[in-house]
């Protein structure tokens, strides 16, 4: 998947992450909307879940941009 599309993600941007382990982190309940992964424009080394940015524009379109739907079964 990666290097495909960026993919909208849930969490809004900060800086940076806390200094303990903590499991998902969401990051703050307000602020620009995070996009993870590199897509097919970027260069081999943005390819990874842990690249991230964000979006100041949250109605931006590119055709670098896209989301993935997950399915979980309860």
Do not use: C
Not at 7 to 27: I, L, M, N, R
Not at 41 to 58: I, P, V
Request: net charge negative; charged share 25%; proline share 5%.
């Amino acid at each position: 998947m990666h290097g495909n599309v960026w993919e909208w993600v849930a969490d809004k941007y900060a800086s940076s992450y806390p200094a303990e382990a903590v499991a998902d982190p969401v990051g703050p309940e307000s602020g620009m909307p995070v996009i993870r992964g590199g897509s097919w424009e970027n260069a081999a080394a943005k390819h990874r879940s842990a690249n991230r940015e964000y979006m100041q524009n949250s109605g931006q379109k590119s055709e670098a941009l896209g989301f993935r739907l997950a399915y979980t079964k309860e």
